[in-house]
């Protein structure tokens, strides 16, 4: 019987949106083990940079369906990696690992990918994007030297766009993303509206970023202090406030958080001498960024509210869709014509 790759690999696509941005600079990569009868053990994503990547937390969760072992002990990625080599005992000889991005083949802050996968004996690997970084690249050659069956572009488009980020942080360009919520019939004014694990998840996303813009109209009406509490942090980004106007009240919170750098400004340049850059706001500050957006973030709330829905012109291609507790996660990419253009 003919296997679905594509579908497969959609999963360990799915598995690797739900860290998106919390991965960066590392591109998000998911990664899903199938054994030999086609059952899946287990589907896993690099979660944070500098930790395990997904072809390493997908064979050791495997490993750990298969053995039943679990260790008290804190393993590092090297010693995870060191471990599976040298207690695989040739559980995966018959399986196949789907990742969305070739794995890698050069060794950084973990152990290359591809030399693991070749240890552990995989009978086959099945790839999404190639990796655009060239220092990094080429294990679907090695592997397939190595005498491994190697399938590659499955969903390669798809698996392309997830990695957006990571390929403008390659070229030192910033990445430049909207924030907002809404309910169901599109109103995104009024208060609080996602959930509190949608803004836990928001502040996660402040940790990553460097530059969070604001309008100077939400600074005076809602004196914010925009920083990253509710997912443990002790900092925060630092702030650009678009405004023509001053006279900005410095007793408001965001101005006094510790090692933040606070602009005022009437022109948005500075955004260039960033990397990752979260724009929060409303309609407004929508229509005034729309043409620096790479992607638009919305968090939909199950409810409705009385009350004007939101306004725009922008062309949007919807890149996922999840559901997160009470509230959807929907991921957008800005398509350059406007919806006057067509």
């Known amino acids: ?36 009868f086609g059952r899946i053990l287990s589907v896993e994503a690099h979660k944070e940079a500098g930790k395990e990547h997904a072809e390493l937390n997908a064979v050791w969760k495997a490993f750990e369906t298969l053995t039943g072992f679990k260790s008290e002990k804190s393993f590092t990625p090297r010693e995870k990696h060191s471990f599976l080599i ?34 552990l004996g995989f009978k086959r690997v099945v790839t999404g994007a190639s990796d655009p970084n060239e220092s990094m690249s080429g294990g679907a050659a090695y592997l397939r030297k190595r005498g491994m069956e190697v399938i590659e572009g499955v969903l390669k488009k798809e698996c392309e766009e997830l990695i957006e980020p990571f390929r403008k942080w390659q070229k030192g360009e910033p990445f430049v993303f909207f924030k907002y919520a809404q309910t169901l019939n599109g109103v995104i004014k009024g208060g609080v509206i996602s959930s509190l694990e949608s803004r836990r998840l928001v502040h996660k996303i402040r940790k990553k970023i460097d530059l969070l813009v604001i309008g ?39 101005f006094s958080v510790e ?72 991921w957008f990419k800005k398509i350059k014509d406007s919806l006057k253009n067509i």
């Not at 959609?10 to 030999?36: C, F, R």
């Not at 914010?224 to 509490?229: G, N, V």
């Open 1 to 36: 019987m003919e296997i679905d790759h594509s579908f497969y690999l959609s999963l360990a696509l799915k598995e690797a949106w739900k860290y998106q941005l919390l991965t960066y600079p590392n591109p998000a990569v998911g990664a899903l083990v199938l054994d030999g």
């Open 86 to 119: 040298k207690h695989h005992n040739n559980l995966f000889k018959d399986f196949t690992i789907y990742v969305t991005l070739e794995p890698c083949m050069k060794e950084g802050k973990t152990p290359a990918c591809s030399v693991l996968l070749d240890k």
């Open 216 to 254: 100077g109209n939400t600074v005076r009406e809602d004196g914010p202090i925009l920083d990253t509490r509710l997912a443990g942090g002790d900092g925060a980004p630092d702030v650009l406030i678009y405004s023509k106007k001053g006279g900005f009240d410095r007793s408001i919170p965001l």
């Open 259 to 330: 090692k933040r750098e606070v602009f005022i400004e009437k022109s948005l340049e500075r955004i260039k001498k960033y990397g990752l850059v979260m724009i929060e706001g409303g309609e407004g500050m929508l229509d005034a960024t729309k043409d620096i957006l790479d992607w638009i973030l919305v968090f939909e709330a199950p409810f409705m509210k009385r009350e004007e829905n939101v306004k725009g012109d922008l062309r949007l291609k919807r890149l996922h869709i999840s559901s997160f507790h009470d509230d959807n996660i929907i």
